[in-house]
């Protein structure tokens, strides 16, 4: 009984850091003509609930395209009109057509704060809670203090409730955990309904897609496809087929509806990348414009090529021998893949890669509370954007000292702890003196945090030369992109030697 009181009090503590934070100017708020991206979510709302389903995706007099057109899949349109129809109910001022543009009251700020805190209590929060109670060979205190590091993570924070103010990305998020634990647990049915129903709510959830197709495929090999694998094989993609089917039918009436919403959700004309993205062609781009260089069509043959790359390492290894552990560990690494080399990358896409993070920090503390500091400071140009400097330094803090103490991660950076030992192993049998990555790592944090401390200082404090406006947001792009391309290698060189430490650790044990 006393778990449960104190879960409930973690939970708490991440609704009221959540309200908190949400108290904070949101993007856009008073700044005609577009407002930012609170009134993008106000005008989907408005769209979906005076419009007719089929001119929800089309331009048109009663929907301006270029206003905040919607550019997400129908799962989101339904959720955006059953907010409309709430809404209607309390005051038909904040969807009216046209006339509610830019809507701005303390009355409709307070319904659009509860709608994304109701959504995390249905959806996200709930998934957190059975993961960490699902852990397995750690004490009940560490499942709460999981809990309450993964709920503290800044990052979702910060967008969801300070700079987008509304953007629910705890729904895709808590829809694709609840398809993680659902594969990890042999729900693999249900699993996948959750994970399609995530990729139809934002289509950035295809960062996940890969891993779950490669862990069932292997399950289903695992099985024999000659008996109970072929059978799991049509189920899940019945499941696959019906979900995307009932989540699609309203636009599978005309040809051109489908393709109308495919050319919105997928807009390839917008570029290799958007703004000060902390990824790898943004990073280059820096000393070789490859967009000017690079023809757009090859920009994309070139970006899916290397993304495929990779990730096809870890997505073999794990539809070979397929386990929840893998399974975790894929999902990092192919996200970070998607964020590094794939195309028309956001800042926020980072977010997708965090997740799966969350997912391992009972595994390794130290490194995931790195990437996960390094996550949120690669967004900063985006938070400072809308004056969100404090909420970032305490929610960072915060984070910080509730891993630092629930996993005292920096007594975890042996090369047992962080799941090194049998790469070493491997090359000790050609270089007999190496013995001194965890000391190499360690003193990678350090770098790392005194850069990305010194780098929010200038930021904050200095302005950048006339000549170089964008001096400081390119630095923190640059700085974390190598920290990512850092996590890459090292997630990878997990999943490629993970069988290897599994008998490793059964010896010791």
């Not at 104190?6 to 309200?19: E, H, K, P, Q, Y």
């Not at 993961?131 to 969801?160: F, V």
């Not at 990305?169 to 049915?189: F, H, I, R, T, Y």
Request: net charge positive; charged share 15%.
């Amino acid at each position: 009984m006393e778990k449960w009181y104190l879960m409930t009090a973690v939970v708490l503590l991440g609704l009221t850091v959540r309200w908190t934070v949400s108290l904070n100017s949101y993007s856009g708020a008073g700044k005609p003509p577009m407002f930012g991206d609170y009134e993008a979510q106000r005008h989907w709302q408005e769209i979906t609930f005076n419009l007719p389903i089929k001119q929800w995706y089309f331009n048109s007099s009663d929907n301006n395209l270029q206003y905040w057109g919607l550019d997400y899949p129908p799962l989101t349109a339904y959720h955006s009109l059953l907010c409309a129809y709430v809404a209607q109910f309390i005051n038909p001022d904040w969807i009216a057509l046209h006339s509610s543009r830019g809507y701005e009251s303390q009355a409709h700020k307070l319904f659009m704060r509860a709608t994304v805190l109701i959504a995390d209590l249905l959806i996200y929060i709930p998934a957190v809670v059975l993961h960490c109670c699902c852990l397995k060979e750690i004490s009940t205190k560490k499942k709460i203090a999981n809990a309450l590091c993964i709920l503290l993570y800044p990052g979702l924070i910060l967008i969801d409730y300070g700079h987008f103010q509304i953007m629910y990305n705890s729904v895709s998020l808590g829809l694709a955990l609840w398809g993680v634990l659902g594969v990890s647990c042999d729900w693999d049915l249900l699993g996948s309904l959750a994970f399609c129903l995530a990729v139809n709510y934002k289509q950035m959830e295809l960062y996940h897609s890969l891993p779950f197709f490669c862990f069932l495929l292997g399950k289903c090999f695992k099985k024999g496809l000659k008996g109970k694998g072929f059978v799991l094989f049509v189920k899940l993609a019945g499941t696959v087929v019906a979900s995307f089917t009932l989540c699609w039918l309203p636009f599978f009436t005309e040809r051109a509806q489908a393709l109308q919403v495919l050319r919105r959700l997928f807009p390839v004309d917008r570029g290799l990348f958007e703004d000060k993205v902390a990824n790898i062609w943004c990073s280059v781009s820096v000393f070789l414009k490859i967009k000017d260089i690079l023809p757009h069509h090859v920009q994309i043959i070139v970006s899916f090529c290397l993304t495929l790359l990779s990730l096809l390492p870890a997505c073999v290894k794990l539809t070979l021998q397929p386990s929840p552990k893998g399974f975790r560990f894929t999902l990092v690494s192919c996200a970070l893949s998607f964020f590094l080399f794939s195309f028309q990358v956001h800042e926020k896409s980072i977010l997708l890669v965090s997740l799966p993070v969350c997912l391992v920090l009972s595994e390794i503390p130290f490194m995931s509370t790195w990437f996960l500091l390094v996550s949120t400071f690669s967004m900063l140009p985006l938070l400072l954007k809308d004056d969100l400097l404090m909420p970032s330094v305490v929610t960072t803090m915060a984070f910080f000292i509730a891993c630092a103490t629930s996993f005292s991660i920096f007594e975890k950076t042996s090369e047992e702890e962080l799941r090194l030992k049998s790469f070493s192993v491997s090359v000790r049998k050609h270089l007999p003196r190496f013995t001194f990555l965890p000391r190499i790592i360690q003193h990678l944090f350090i770098i790392s945090v005194i850069t990305m401390v010194l780098l929010t200082l200038m930021t904050v404090t200095l302005d950048p030369p006339q000549k170089l406006p964008d001096l400081f947001s390119v630095l923190v792009s640059s700085v974390s992109c190598l920290n990512f391309l850092f996590f890459l290698v090292y997630f990878n060189i997990i999943v490629m030697w993970d069988s290897k430490d599994g008998r490793n650790q059964k010896k010791i044990h």
